[in-house]
């Protein structure tokens, strides 16, 4: 098991950026996949970003060329950068890990509304 702490959402304006920290209780080198996936209301999940084997970097395609994801060993955290964010990115922003084995966890979100 892992816990997983979500912080930085909040109400950004249209073009403004949020920084989103996941606290991460285990070292992420213990994980095949660790990033983000959020939810809007009335829509399913889906990929934000995520490390995967290799340190590859995997975006979705809402997050191209606006988010950005980096990790820091060290202090067990995962962060997304978010940069001229839009209305459509207004969502609950979840941090995802997945062990070696396939076990996944997921933290409780963090709600980011963007509006003006």
């Known amino acids: 098991q892992v816990r997983l702490v979500e912080s930085g959402g909040g109400l950004v304006q249209p073009g403004g950026s949020l920084r989103l920290s996941c606290a991460v209780s285990?070292?992420?080198?213990?994980?095949?996949?660790l990033g983000w996936y959020r939810q809007a209301p009335g829509k399913q999940r889906e990929l934000v970003a995520t490390?995967?084997?290799?340190?590859?970097?995997n975006y979705g395609d809402s997050a191209k060329g606006r988010f950005t994801i980096s990790k820091d060993h060290g202090e067990r955290m995962v962060y997304l950068q978010m940069n001229n964010l839009k209305p459509e990115d207004t969502a609950i922003y979840l941090c995802?890990?997945?062990?070696?084995?396939?076990?996944?966890?997921w933290g409780q979100g963090t709600q980011v509304t963007v509006s003006s």
């Open positions: 490390f995967t084997p290799g340190d590859r970097i």
């Open positions: 995802y890990v997945r062990f070696w084995n396939g076990v996944e966890n």
């Open positions: 285990k070292d992420p080198s213990v994980f095949g996949v």
